[in-house]
């Protein structure tokens, strides 16, 4: 495993990839391409409205997202140049670019999906049945979790993220927090994820993240979140996999 493959194993995990691979898996991620683009979202930006203003969407996606990708893209370049540095400060603080703006990367591709248009029918939590009865062994059942989820995204301080997860070994289900914009640990597959970072919600709500918190449930994918519950890390990381 060379320098670049090291620094990007927690990535690597988050894509489902395994650092004792094969010899053909490891060579496919040799030759793999390491330029990453904005993934398009799978609706308007005013779809969301009125929980989450055109307004927002517009600067969430197209600025703020798009800075992870654009950064991501030059560290990893720079990377490249780094291998045979001496130079280790200069390093040190391009891993730590990777893993910000990576884990912005990922964290994003994965909320916008978290989200539908209120007047879908993927809202409806009928779309997630087998969800539905492992959140009641859990948590006591739906509104008991959306209780205790929102209180855990309510109690983050400063930025970071919400997750509803899935363990790997056991299927058991949790909520976890990440700061910044670390990604879920790969122990766990990421089953919905609430950004609680200001740019996502300030522009409308304010210091009123507790309405945000209040109205997303409005806007949930529940067949997104179905999907996920079904399946594996391989399954959620498709569509980042094909692209590192």
Not at 14 to 20: G, I, Q, V
Not at 152 to 167: E, M, N, P, R
Not at 199 to 211: C, E, I, M, R, T
Request: glycine share 6%; with cysteine.
């Amino acid at each position: 495993m060379n320098f670049t493959q090291q620094l990007l194993v927690p990535f690597l995990y988050a894509l489902s990839w395994n650092p004792t691979a094969s010899s053909e898996q490891t060579c496919a991620i040799d030759s793999a391409p390491t330029e990453y683009s904005l993934p398009s979202l799978p609706y308007a930006y005013d779809a969301l409205a009125p929980y989450i203003s055109s307004q927002i969407m517009t600067l969430h996606h197209s600025k703020h997202h798009q800075t992870y990708v654009t950064n991501l893209n030059k560290a990893l370049s720079l990377e490249s140049s780094l291998t045979e540095s001496a130079d280790i400060p200069t390093r040190i603080a391009n891993q730590q670019a990777i893993k910000f703006n990576g884990g912005g990367h990922i964290n994003h591709s994965l909320f916008w999906k978290s989200l539908v248009p209120a007047s879908s029918p993927h809202a409806d939590t009928s779309n997630a049945p087998n969800l539905a009865k492992a959140l009641n062994a859990d948590f006591g059942g739906l509104e008991k979790f959306k209780d205790k989820f929102s209180a855990a995204l309510l109690g983050i301080q400063g930025s970071g993220w919400g997750w509803l997860v899935k363990g790997v070994e056991n299927g058991k289900l949790d909520i976890v927090t990440t700061k910044d914009q670390d990604p879920v640990e790969a122990k766990y597959v990421p089953i919905l994820g609430v950004d609680m970072w200001e740019h996502a919600y300030y522009l409308q709500y304010l210091n009123g993240k507790a309405d945000y918190v209040k109205n997303i449930w409005n806007i949930i994918n529940w067949n997104e979140a179905e999907v996920r519950f079904e399946g594996g890390r391989a399954d959620v990381f498709q569509v980042l996999q094909s692209k590192i």
